[in-house]
């Protein structure tokens, strides 16, 4: 139920968004939405949170629920905004939406900024998730990658948080490094495994256009890592956390039982979500919505009370059905057969034969091997029907 004077045409939201921008420094391979600055503004940051805010609620585009199921904060470097960022966003949204002891509040840290009293400061807001950059515990492909932490830093910046009442919390690892960096993933997954947090997701390194990477490939300085390696990497973390009881349930991400990111679960069920912040994009069915992404325009535009969306689209019926394949094979949930015609049926029974789906009378499930073909295979089930091609796939979905 919409909560009681929601504008006529806004759109009822339990799930946001928040992204939070700064960086000490931009990583050689990164693309994201990032400010660069040695401490985060966050008076400014609050400011234009709230501006945004109060301006698409003013405008009818969505309304916060009284009691939010899921807020998650992204970045950027959320950990960078210091120990009263989580009570400051709290004042934002209304300490009164996150009372609900079915919330499932995270945010995102790096090892460098995630301190002992950071973690006490947020575990006192209200924050009970959390999701750290370790990504390799091999401390010169860290520098490589522009890291600012080392491997030591990683696994205390677990401890700090642990010891701050933090049991739910996620690490991201990335593989696909170029051998000569001779880091050992098969190391580094029994390390994280070590660090005995019941959630890990995964991220391929990809050169992205405009990155310090992509410069260097293009000038002959660095190679892009060989797609067998990628592969190979990436079945090689699903048997090694599948063994050790994780559930591989979905492309990038792996949980112990009870540990699924529910706020990454909005976005795959095609759920409405608000985004705040610069770059951050919003979905309401049909429309997809997304923000400026330049801090600077952004936070002048939110904070003088202007929604600063810098552009939006209708997703179309086909498109929309397209996505809900995309994203339903995505998920250890599938798409159900009732849901396929005949050619597609026939589609996945040949698939089960290559051995890329999980053996099931009712729907059509992906496992690994699966997954590292999942653009392909959506595009072959949708038989190019909207006109739209493969998106992201499995190796090139980072933090
Ligand atoms: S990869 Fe993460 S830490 Fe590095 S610049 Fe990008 S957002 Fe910041």
């Known amino acids: 139920m919409p909560p009681e004077g929601t504008p006529a045409g806004a759109t009822a939201v339990g799930s946001v968004y928040v992204h939070a921008p700064f960086c000490l420094h931009r990583c050689s391979y990164c693309d994201f939405v990032v400010h660069v600055t040695e401490h985060g503004d966050l008076a400014a940051w609050q400011e234009a949170l709230k501006g945004e805010l109060r301006a698409v609620e003013r405008e009818g585009l969505f309304a916060l ?27 934002v949204v209304g300490r009164r939406r996150l009372g609900s002891s079915d919330l499932e509040w995270t945010a995102e840290a790096n090892p460098e900024s995630l ?20 990504q390799t515990f091999n401390d010169e492909a860290l520098r490589w990658m522009g890291r600012q932490h080392d491997a030591q830093s990683a696994e205390r910046a677990v401890d700090a948080a642990r010891a701050a009442g933090f049991t739910n919390m996620s690490v991201d690892l990335i593989f696909g490094l170029p051998e000569r960096l001779e880091r050992s993933w098969r190391d580094d997954l029994e390390r994280a495994l070590a660090l005995n947090v ?33 592969q190979d990497e990436y079945l090689l973390a699903a048997e090694v956390l599948g063994a050790a009881g994780y559930e591989h349930y979905e492309v990038s991400n792996f949980a112990m039982p009870g540990h699924r990111s529910r706020h990454n ?8 979500y608000l985004g705040l912040g610069n770059g951050a994009h919003s979905f309401a069915a049909p429309v997809r919505r997304w923000n400026l992404r330049d801090w600077p ?18 997703v179309g019926a086909d498109a929309r059905k397209l996505e809900k394949l995309w994203l339903g094979l995505r998920t250890t ?22 051995g890329w ?43």
């Open 65 to 91: 629920e009284d009691s939010l199921q899921t807020l998650y904060v992204g970045g950027g470097t959320p950990s960078l905004l210091g120990e009263h960022s989580m009570e400051a966003l709290a004042s």
């Open 115 to 134: 301190t002992g009293g950071l973690a006490a400061a947020w575990r006192r807001s209200g924050l009970n998730r959390l999701s750290i950059g370790v």
């Open 198 to 230: 019941p959630h890990v997701s995964l991220y391929g390194l990809t050169v992205e256009a405009g990155t310090a990477l992509a410069r260097a490939v293009r000038d002959g300085n660095e190679e892009a890592v060989a797609i067998q390696q990628h």
């Open 265 to 272: 679960a909005v976005y795959w069920d095609g759920r409405p």
């Open 297 to 314: 325009m952004y936070r002048d535009r939110a904070r003088a009370g202007y929604v600063p969306e810098h552009d939006r689209e209708t």
């Open 333 to 354: 949930e599938g798409v159900q057969l009732a849901d396929l015609d005949e050619r597609q049926r026939g589609l996945a029974a040949a698939w089960s034969e290559h």
């Open 357 to 399: 789906t999980v053996a099931s009378e009712d729907a059509l499930r992906l496992n690994a091997e699966g997954w590292l073909l999942l653009d392909e295979l959506v595009v072959e089930l949708d038989d190019g029907g909207c006109g739209l091609t493969a998106r992201s796939t499995t190796l090139d979905l980072r933090r």
